[in-house]
T-cell receptor, first 115, second 114 residues
Framework: DVKVTQSSRYLVKRTGEKVFLECVQD?????MFWYRQDPGLGLRLIYF???????EKGDIPEGYSVSREKKERFSLILESASTNQTSMYLC??????????????FGDGTRLSIL | AQSVTQLGSHVSVSEGALVLLRCNYS??????LFWYVQYPNQGLQLLLK??????LVKGINGFEAEFKKSETSFHLTKPSAHMRDAAEYFC????????????FGAGTRLFVKA
């Protein structure tokens, strides 16, 4: 089974801090994604990556950056945390091969609170 | 532009009753469609996917969905609800090349009454 592991289930940080969320997948997937999930809004894509050192902005990239130095690891960085970034963050990965029909595999999420 | 609309943010059914969760999509090209389920304190997991091979798609846990191009719909059904089906359900459409982006609906929370 595909395993996507997020480093923390719960995290509490203060405004202005630099926050790192880590995600590792074990299935050699090319694509990796970071979403935030808020009630009533579903999942919104922050950033995605289709290869090592490659990154693309999603729908809500402001205030975030990402790093993909190794194929299996995709990090989300909150440069200066703010209270409006309190949310559930979900990491996902998918196989690039065979086009659009590949589903995404998700981690269990990190519930981040910014105080 | 592609989009997904889930009708009803909350649906409540009795145990043993039919489950129907509605999803409509908008896509300029033939879509790839998915249903995911999220149990409390977990990430999303795939229930089923439509990739044009068959309009009626069977998934895990007794769920199925029917692709209707004329109605641009991909509704999720299950003949008999079980308490363990209580969760949030997301419809999604895959866009672009290489499967880079998936657009998710806002989600429908299913409540199952004993």
């Amino acid at each position: 089974d595909v395993k996507v592991t997020q480093s923390s289930r719960y995290l509490v940080k203060r405004t202005g801090e630099k926050v790192f969320l880590e995600c590792v997948q074990d299935m050699d997937h090319e694509n990796m994604f970071w979403y935030r999930q808020d009630p009533g809004l579903g999942l919104r894509l922050i950033y995605f990556s289709y290869d090592v050192k490659m990154k693309e902005k999603g729908d809500i990239p402001e205030g975030y950056s990402v790093s993909r130095e190794k194929k299996e690891r995709f990090s989300l960085i909150l440069e200066s945390a703010s209270t409006n970034q309190t949310s559930m963050y979900l990491c996902a990965s998918s196989n690039l091969d065979r086009g659009l029909s590949q589903p995404q595999h998700f981690g269990d999420g990190t519930r981040l609170s910014i105080l | 532009a592609q989009s997904v609309t889930q009708l009803g943010s909350h649906v409540s059914v009795s145990e043993g009753a039919l489950v129907l969760l509605r999803c409509n999509y908008s896509s300029s090209v033939p879509p790839y469609l998915f249903w995911y389920v999220q149990y409390p304190n977990q990430g999303l997991q795939l229930l089923l996917k439509y990739t044009s091979a068959a309009t009626l798609v069977k998934g895990i846990n007794g769920f199925e969905a029917e692709f209707k191009k004329s109605e641009t719909s991909f509704h999720l059904t299950k003949p008999s609800a079980h308490m363990r089906d209580a969760a949030e359900y997301f419809c999604a459409v895959s866009v672009g090349t290489g499967g880079f982006k998936t657009i998710f609906g806002a989600g429908t929370r299913l409540f199952v009454k004993a």
